[in-house]
């Protein structure tokens, strides 16, 4: 008989069949497999610890608009170690199965907001499941590092307006993270989005040394018609925006493709193609961290959450090699034989 973890293989090897990255596929196999292996002692109830700077109700709370009931007693020695207080609640699942599951979690956010709602933010709390955390994982480093010398002394030698640009995005990358001992909190949304802040200001600092060529209006011109003929004259509203944004008038994009060209001549146009053009479109890099901004994310889906971090492994990439290109450091290499799933 199969044990649980060849039943999560396939089930994985199944789902990136259907088209998810192998960091989603695996993910969401591990997902479910949790959800298989249901606690006994938790009944037909989702149980969660809830934590926060407040203090504990004097008795038990039970709110029926949500199906969440919430314990008085101040639990100690809990997988949250800096937390005023800890609480248990359960949650009133319909089954054991993942559409319940999230609709679980719906409910749980629903709760915390309102409560975050009526203290006016002033409190901070949150939550926590081993069905839908999963286990923590994360690894201490030293800090006596034998290349730090060298990394120190290649920003020490960067003109000052590279090296404005490069202390913004070693600030994005050091800042969101949590630290080993609040692996419990989510931070994914927050690395993400300050991942892609990193990724504008090293853009911002390769064109420092490297600048965009600025056209004249009859090449300019020329590149109009080039991208008109390579289309038969036949433009739709997306083609539009990038005609105009590539070379009309380019902003951020073209920019950042220019950069990417410097630092990857090999594989800039598919760097550019993750970040920008990718025809799943949600799974674009900069259209990722337009969602997350804009609200178009839930911050805390399962599901959602194992698709920006499968994205995020790229984005992690790209600006790690950035840096390597700037700073003297072993940075990552691309595996020539990872598994791709770009479209």
């Not at 609040?182 to 993400?192: A, N, V």
């Not at 040394?209 to 109009?224: F, G």
């Not at 003929?229 to 539009?240: E, F, N, Q, T, Y």
């Not at 399962?302 to 790690?320: A, F, G, N, Y």
Request: glycine share 6%; charged share 25%.
């Amino acid at each position: 008989m199969a044990d649980a973890h060849d039943l999560m293989l396939e089930r994985a090897r199944e789902l990136n069949r259907d088209g998810f990255d192998w960091g989603q596929a695996w993910g969401k196999a591990w997902l479910e497999q949790r959800i298989n292996d249901w606690p006994s002692a938790w009944g037909d109830d989702l149980q969660i610890l809830i934590y926060g700077d407040f203090d504990p109700p004097e008795q038990k709370l039970h709110f029926p608009e949500v199906g969440i009931t919430i314990f008085p007693e101040k639990l100690e020695n809990t997988v949250i170690r800096s937390a005023m207080c800890v609480l248990k609640a359960h949650v009133e699942i319909t089954e054991k199965s993942l559409p319940a599951v999230l609709d679980a979690v719906r409910r749980i956010n629903i709760l915390l907001g309102a409560w975050t709602l009526v203290e006016w933010g002033n409190g901070a709390c949150g939550w926590w499941s081993h069905i839908t955390s999963g286990n923590m994982g994360g690894a201490g480093t030293k800090f006596a590092h034998e290349d730090l010398p060298a990394a120190l002394a290649g920003i020490g030698k960067l003109p000052a307006p590279v090296r404005q640009k490069v202390d913004a995005a070693l600030y994005w990358v050091r800042e969101p993270r949590n630290l080993l001992m609040e692996q419990y909190r989510c931070d994914l949304l927050r690395i993400y989005a300050a991942y892609w802040n990193a990724f504008e200001c090293l853009v911002e600092a390769v064109l420092e040394i490297r600048p965009m060529p600025k056209l004249s209006r009859t090449e300019k011109q020329a590149r109009i018609d080039q991208f008109l003929s390579d289309r038969d004259g036949k433009l739709k509203p997306a083609d539009v925006t990038e005609c105009y944004q590539e070379i009309v008038n380019p902003g951020f994009v073209g920019k950042a493709k220019h950069a990417l060209q410097q630092c990857f001549p090999e594989e800039a146009e598919e760097y550019a193609n993750e970040c920008f053009h990718r025809s799943d479109r949600e799974n674009r890099l900069y259209d990722i961290r337009n969602a997350i901004n804009h609200g178009d994310i839930d911050a805390e889906h399962p599901e959602e959450l194992l698709r920006v971090d499968s994205r995020l492994h790229k984005l992690w990439m790209i600006v790690w090699r950035m840096f390597g290109r700037l700073v003297p450091f072993k940075s990552p290499i691309e595996n020539p034989n990872r598994n791709q799933n770009s479209k």
